[in-house]
């Protein structure tokens, strides 16, 4: 009689358990995240078919990627996304041999429906549409040191992207290159760059991420 009641006991903690843990064992919200991909190069070709990547980030952290394929009208849609106050989501969508990215953005305050629409170009390796809007360099006098500030905004004024063309002493495709003063020190890189993808030689920075249509803004020092 005693191991009945034992049982019956731990039987009635176990439910207990589960009762109290059943706010956490629910079904976590989900979502849709959904979007369309158009060509914004004049006369350009569709873009169905075209590759589409979101991520997941927890916390600004990515957690876990899902593909898709733009259909015959370029749109693009992922079911069953979880949702919430810690989660956002980046679509990534490669064309052409370039990735274009929208976000991180979250779901709606209220709603289960999340929007990321993508604009996507043909490429080009002719930097006719390029030019610079702005060029600005400080020197500062410090700890006898001479240190100089450049500030540029690049443009590109086409609707095509701009991959650049071959580097042969560096065996890569670069796009822009920025020149420094003869015995000049190590420039710092502070904004603009993507430093896994900036190559610094003694005198030049290049820049191998190729030129979205739209402006840019670089600053470095040295």
Do not use: C
């Not at 822009?176 to 020190?185: D, K, W």
């Amino acid at each position: 009689m005693r191991r009945l009641n034992a049982a019956a006991l731990a039987l009635a903690l176990a439910l207990a358990l589960l009762a109290a843990s059943g706010p956490a064992l629910a079904a976590q919200a989900e979502g849709v995240v959904e979007g369309a991909l158009s060509n914004g190069t004049a006369g350009g070709k569709s873009v169905a078919g075209a590759p589409v990547t979101l991520a997941v980030l927890v916390d600004g952290a990515e957690k876990e990627t899902r593909q898709a394929m733009a259909d015959a009208l370029g749109r693009y849609r992922f079911e069953g996304v979880p949702r919430g106050a810690a989660y956002s989501y980046l679509a990534r969508a490669e064309f052409d041999g370039v990735t274009y990215s929208v976000g991180p953005a979250p779901f709606p305050a209220e709603g289960a429906a999340l929007a990321l629409n993508l604009t996507v170009y043909e490429t080009t390796d002719n930097p006719a549409a390029l030019r610079f809007d702005r060029a600005d360099i400080i020197v500062t006098v410090g700890g006898g040191l001479l240190t100089l500030w450049e500030h540029y905004t690049v443009a590109n004024g086409g609707d095509r992207t701009y991959i650049g063309d071959r580097t042969p002493e560096l065996r890569a495709r670069t796009t822009l290159r920025f020149v420094l003063p003869r015995n000049a020190g190590p420039p710092d890189l502070l904004e603009g760059f993507d430093r896994s993808k900036a190559i610094v030689t003694s005198q030049t920075i290049f820049d191998t991420r190729p030129v979205l249509p739209g402006a840019r803004e670089f600053f470095f020092a040295y």
